[in-house]
């Protein structure tokens, strides 16, 4: 199994930019892809953007490809979000996880609040 801790979720003004970030632990080698989803209140859970061991990325849609952007460091077993141009929409937990063997593991989440 792989254990995952996000930070950096805060209140982030509307068009400022915010980086999260997720170290995973346990299990590590088998990793085969990161991902953040978010899920806002009343809403389903949405895929945010993935990167797979090698660093192809997939964002979900394209206004989320413009803005924000999806990084991993191997060596340290960490992941990154970086949100650029933080919309009000953009307020939402956001969850950081791992693929390992075909199954998602996905952390606790980190609330990021945007103020208009």
């Known amino acids: 199994q792989v254990q995952l801790v996000e930070s950096g979720g805060d209140l982030v003004q509307a068009g400022g930019s915010q980086r999260l970030s997720c170290a995973a632990s346990?299990?590590?080698?088998?990793?085969?892809?990161y991902g953040w989803s978010r899920q806002a209140p009343g809403k389903q859970r949405e895929l945010v953007a993935r990167?797979?061991?090698?660093?192809?990325?997939?964002y979900t849609n394209s206004s989320m490809k413009g803005r924000f952007t999806i990084s991993s460091d191997n060596a340290k077993h960490t992941v990154y979000l970086q949100m650029n141009s933080v919309k009000p929409e953009d307020a939402a937990v956001y969850y950081c996880?791992?693929?390992?063997?075909?199954?998602?593991?996905w952390g606790q989440g980190t609330q990021v609040t945007v103020s208009s």
């Open positions: 996880g791992a693929a390992m063997r075909g199954k998602w593991y």
């Open positions: 990167i797979t061991r090698s660093g192809s990325t997939y």
């Open positions: 346990g299990n590590t080698v088998s990793i085969g892809a």
